[in-house]
């Protein structure tokens, strides 16, 4: 990683620590304070970086190894050789996705389903459905991990940029699937905490819930509340998330079974609440506490359950996307996640950025979570 005021020393910095390598593909993470010197940066790194496949994005932050650079000038780069593996570039526009309703979005991307393990995935969120790219990989790739995050941007920026082997865009998304010797190990740690009960919305309006078992869903969180301890209540009420089941089909759940999301509103006189997403008629709530605790033993835990399930295999490089709502907005220490990461793997190659939204696997799907670490491992198939 280079951090520096001036780009062409970060550059230098973010370079010199990828010398000597001769890599099958590069992946940059670029802080979004360069946003006016990206096609330099893109073009530089494309003719001096010593590979066919350069993809990347600008975010708020960005983060390498053992470090979150979350608002400071930083270039973050991986440089990984995979011998025998099957890669492949695309570049993604809403345009692509609204083509494809239909089907055939495999063959407008050119990349057959036999040579994929999993995707890496970089997408900006103002121009192009974040969503509905997922849910086009997930229809395209059944049962493949799909890793990544949404650009954040920077302070008063309303954009962001992907860069794709030297050019720059500030529209779609780019991505690499990976195939052959090298497979994807998805590790998504949401640091949340169920309480209280699982419930089945009953009415919606739009991202209003309206009623949760057919009371007003108002009342179904303030007796949540209730059944915390009562010097828990006051500060829990700042951190209470709504989780809405992955697989409303499960005979009961359980921690990282649900999607976090956001409790952005409430209409007292109907005791409607607001998230943060679409929630659907007999979909499975249950209500999340979140806090740094829960989030630091949730991130320990999900990174030693991958540790065993390598059994051995050692991990070439690591992508991650760490939610803006994590970091010093969390934890009280900085670098918390890129920390505990290299504690768990260390000298692990990574690189990643700092997400307004973090892309993953629950059970056999991948879906856009809040709040989240989401690192993708590369690992020999």
Avoid at 96 to 101: H, S
Avoid at 295 to 300: M, Q, T
Wanted: net charge negative; hydrophobic share 45%; glycine share 12%.
């Amino acid at each position: 990683m280079g951090i520096h005021q001036n780009w062409r020393q970060a550059l230098d910095m973010a370079l010199g620590g990828i010398s000597g390598l001769a890599p099958d593909v590069i992946v940059v993470f670029v802080s979004a304070h360069f946003e006016s010197d990206l096609p330099a940066i893109s073009e530089a790194i494309w003719h001096h970086g010593g590979s066919m496949i350069v993809i990347g994005c600008t975010s708020s932050g960005v983060i390498g190894r053992g470090a979150e650079m979350e608002w400071e000038p930083a270039i973050s780069i991986l440089s990984l050789e995979l011998p025998g593996a099957i890669l492949r570039p695309v570049r993604f526009t809403q345009g692509l996705l609204e083509a494809t309703a239909d089907g055939g979005f495999a063959e407008r991307l050119g990349v057959e389903p036999a040579v994929v393990n999993g995707w890496f995935v970089l997408a900006d969120p103002f121009r192009m459905d974040g969503a509905l790219l997922v849910d086009r990989l997930n229809a395209s790739y059944p049962g493949l991990p799909v890793m990544g995050g949404l650009l954040a941007p920077g302070e008063g920026q309303r954009q962001t940029w992907v860069l794709f082997n030297g050019q720059t865009y500030n529209d779609g998304g780019v991505g690499l699937s990976i195939g052959g010797a090298f497979d994807v190990l998805p590790i998504v740690s949401q640091g949340c905490e169920p309480i209280g009960e699982t419930w089945t919305i009953t009415s919606v309006e739009d991202k209003w819930i309206e009623t949760i078992s057919n009371r007003p869903a108002l009342q179904m969180l303030s007796e949540t509340l209730m059944t915390l301890p009562i010097d828990m209540q006051q500060e829990a009420h700042k951190h209470m998330v709504a989780g809405l089941a992955a697989n409303e089909y499960r005979e009961t759940f359980a921690r990282g079974d649900f999607l976090i999301r956001n409790i952005i509103g409430v209409r007292r006189e109907t005791g409607a609440i607001a998230l943060g997403a679409r929630p659907r008629v007999g979909q499975t709530i249950q209500f999340q506490l979140r806090d740094a605790a829960t989030a630091d033993l949730d991130l320990k835990a999900t990174l030693l359950e991958a540790q065993l399930t390598l059994a051995g295999r050692e991990p070439v490089g690591g992508l991650v996307a760490c939610c803006n709502g994590r970091g010093t907005a969390l934890f009280d220490t900085p670098h918390h996640d890129a920390a505990e990461i290299e504690r768990r793997f260390p000298g692990l190659p990574l690189a990643g950025l700092i997400a307004s939204g973090e892309i993953g696997p629950v059970g056999a799907k991948s879906f856009i979570h809040g709040f989240s670490n989401s690192l993708g491992l590369i690992v020999p198939a």
